[in-house]
């Protein structure tokens, strides 16, 4: 797309939003896709563990490549804005897309050589492109679905967009699951093979996506300037909302990374990995409900009708528990459904008190695992996702409130932080390791969610006029 300009065709974020429902309906789908495959990664780790002969650190790496291309990916797009002005002025987000696309088609289709030569540094490098092309998808769709609409509800459509993406990892760990261990992972191979043609339906993917955004229309909206320079890092509230990311991806995906091999402990529930893997499913299953109920809360929607829905997502949730998985599920997961409801209530629609609220909840249930054993423990864990489904969306539009020209940078720059899901959790890996006790290493996400805390109650109002959060 053309660069942004000054004319009248142009549409500011202070619009009502009401043209832009189609558009947002179409970047949903980025969401879902990057959420089903990311959460794959959830798969890999225990696939390549037993296929390689892997240490928990050395399977941690299959994060450390893939999220530290966030990193990289990011890092070359911040130089980029300092030195030429913001890339996606330029090129318009339609193009950014379609470069991520295609970067992560190119990605996906490294696995198939991979699995054939059974090289697990060949998988880290796919796994590392594809990483890079999110890593662009993530720095384009963010900030646009931001502006799509009135400031004060960016973090409700950001929680509904991110919703979309926790459908993807919801489902993403039931195929995911079958697909390796079981559909694709035939004897007398070697393990990895399984993984070929999931990957290679992920290309085919890729690349027509990227054809029908190439063609499809999406509306330029900016400021109508381009400027050079780091004016990004002058606020205080975006320096330490770079390092809420940080600490919030790290977290999530070291909990994420981590459910399969715990829950498959003697001491804690003894599961195999393909009905632990449904397990992963439900953590991520949290994290769809908990963000459909924040888009709700953060809405300009009437109290009254904002109360109905809050309570109907959760009761939906429950309802639909009960059929696919049963009582005896649905049971241990009533009491988290019914705190989150509650603590929606104290947040007061005010996306900084709740993420503090839904930070020390996390803390709580993790200092919980740790301390206990056995199934409470293990559901401690499954219930950080609930908890944890409104810490993207709220810290990215806390960081984003009011940067107007430089909002593309400072996207650039929280997804830099995603580099946390790359560093965490081969600490966390390391430390079982270590003490030979995988329980004892939630004391990693444990300490992210902490600072996560104090970024919604304190951080997100730093050096900020206006601390209405």
């Given at each position: 797309?053309?660069?942004?300009?000054?004319?009248s065709?142009?549409?500011?974020?202070t619009?009502?939003?009401?043209n832009?429902?189609?558009?947002?309906?179409?970047m949903?789908?980025?969401?879902?896709?990057?959420?089903?495959?990311?959460?794959?990664?959830?798969?890999?780790?225990?696939?390549?563990?037993d296929?390689?002969?892997?240490?928990y650190?050395?399977?941690?790496?299959?994060?450390?490549?893939?999220?530290?291309?966030?990193f990289?990916?990011?890092?070359?797009?911040?130089?980029?804005?300092i030195?030429?002005?913001?890339?996606?002025a330029?090129?318009?987000?339609?193009?950014g897309?379609?470069?991520?696309?295609?970067i992560?088609a190119?990605?996906?289709?490294?696995?198939?050589?991979?699995?054939?030569?059974?090289?697990?540094?060949?998988?880290?490098?796919?796994?590392?492109?594809?990483?890079?092309?999110?890593?662009?998808?993530?720095?384009?769709?963010?900030?646009?679905?931001?502006?799509?609409?009135?400031?004060?509800?960016?973090?409700?459509?950001?929680?509904?967009a991110?919703a979309?993406?926790?459908?993807?990892?919801?489902?993403?760990?039931?195929?995911?699951?079958?697909?390796?261990?079981?559909?694709?992972?035939?004897?007398?191979?070697?393990?990895?093979?399984?993984?070929?043609?999931?990957?290679?339906?992920?290309?085919?993917?890729?690349?027509?996506?990227?054809?029908?955004?190439?063609?499809?229309?999406?509306?330029?909206?900016?400021e109508g300037?381009?400027?050079?320079g780091?004016?990004?890092?002058?606020?205080?509230?975006?320096?330490?909302g770079?390092?809420?990311?940080?600490?919030?991806?790290?977290?999530?995906?070291?909990?994420?990374?981590?459910?399969?091999?715990?829950?498959?402990q003697?001491?804690?529930?003894?599961l195999?990995?393909?009905?632990?893997?449904?397990?992963?499913?439900?953590?991520?299953?949290?994290?769809?409900?908990g963000?459909?109920?924040?888009?709700?809360?953060?809405?300009?929607m009437?109290?009254?009708?904002?109360?109905?829905?809050?309570?109907?997502?959760?009761?939906?949730?429950?309802?639909?528990?009960?059929?696919?998985?049963?009582w005896?599920?649905?049971?241990?997961?009533?009491?988290?459904?019914?705190l989150?409801?509650?603590?929606?209530?104290?947040?007061?629609?005010?996306?900084?008190?709740?993420?503090m609220?839904?930070?020390?909840?996390?803390?709580?249930?993790?200092?919980?695992?740790?301390?206990?054993?056995?199934?409470?423990?293990?559901?401690?864990?499954?219930?950080?996702?609930l908890?944890?489904?409104?810490?993207?969306?709220?810290?990215?539009s806390?960081?984003?409130?009011?940067?107007?020209?430089?909002?593309?940078?400072?996207?650039?720059?929280?997804?830099?932080?995603i580099l946390?899901?790359?560093?965490?959790?081969?600490?966390?890996?390391?430390?079982?390791d270590?003490?030979?006790?995988?329980q004892?290493?939630f004391?990693?996400?444990?300490?992210?969610?902490?600072?996560?805390?104090?970024?919604?109650?304190?951080?997100?109002?730093?050096?900020?006029?206006?601390?209405a959060?």
């Amino acid at each position: 797309m053309a660069a942004i300009s000054t004319s009248s065709t142009n549409q500011t974020s202070t619009g009502n939003g009401a043209n832009y429902r189609g558009s947002f309906a179409i970047m949903t789908s980025l969401f879902f896709l990057w959420g089903f495959m990311t959460v794959f990664n959830d798969i890999l780790i225990p696939r390549f563990k037993d296929a390689f002969t892997l240490s928990y650190f050395q399977a941690m790496l299959v994060q450390f490549a893939f999220f530290g291309a966030y990193f990289i990916g990011s890092l070359i797009y911040f130089i980029i804005s300092i030195t030429t002005g913001d890339p996606i002025a330029k090129i318009g987000y339609k193009n950014g897309v379609v470069i991520g696309l295609l970067i992560s088609a190119t990605g996906s289709g490294i696995f198939w050589p991979a699995a054939s030569a059974a090289s697990y540094p060949m998988f880290l490098a796919g796994l590392f492109v594809v990483g890079l092309g999110f890593a662009m998808l993530q720095i384009a769709a963010n900030p646009y679905v931001t502006i799509l609409g009135p400031e004060k509800t960016a973090s409700s459509r950001l929680n509904l967009a991110q919703a979309f993406n926790s459908v993807g990892t919801t489902i993403g760990p039931l195929i995911g699951g079958y697909l390796i261990f079981q559909y694709f992972n035939k004897t007398g191979v070697h393990g990895a093979d399984s993984v070929k043609v999931p990957y290679l339906a992920f290309t085919i993917i890729f690349a027509l996506l990227a054809l029908i955004f190439f063609f499809i229309h999406l509306p330029h909206i900016g400021e109508g300037k381009i400027e050079r320079g780091a004016g990004a890092l002058k606020h205080p509230h975006v320096v330490l909302g770079i390092l809420a990311i940080f600490m919030y991806v790290g977290g999530e995906v070291s909990v994420g990374s981590s459910i399969i091999n715990f829950l498959g402990q003697k001491n804690v529930a003894g599961l195999d990995p393909v009905e632990a893997s449904k397990y992963v499913s439900l953590f991520w299953g949290g994290m769809l409900i908990g963000r459909f109920m924040g888009a709700v809360e953060l809405s300009e929607m009437k109290k009254f009708n904002k109360q109905i829905f809050l309570a109907a997502i959760p009761f939906a949730a429950f309802l639909i528990l009960w059929a696919l998985r049963g009582w005896d599920v649905v049971q241990c997961y009533l009491p988290f459904l019914v705190l989150c409801w509650a603590l929606f209530q104290f947040g007061k629609a005010l996306a900084g008190r709740t993420l503090m609220i839904f930070g020390l909840t996390i803390v709580a249930l993790l200092l919980a695992a740790i301390l206990v054993g056995g199934k409470t423990a293990m559901w401690c864990v499954i219930g950080v996702g609930l908890f944890t489904s409104i810490g993207w969306p709220n810290i990215f539009s806390l960081a984003l409130d009011g940067m107007g020209v430089h909002k593309s940078q400072v996207s650039s720059l929280l997804v830099m932080a995603i580099l946390g899901g790359a560093i965490l959790p081969p600490v966390q890996g390391y430390i079982a390791d270590v003490t030979k006790n995988l329980q004892i290493s939630f004391i990693v996400p444990l300490i992210a969610y902490a600072y996560i805390a104090f970024y919604g109650g304190i951080g997100c109002k730093m050096g900020r006029k206006n601390t209405a959060s």
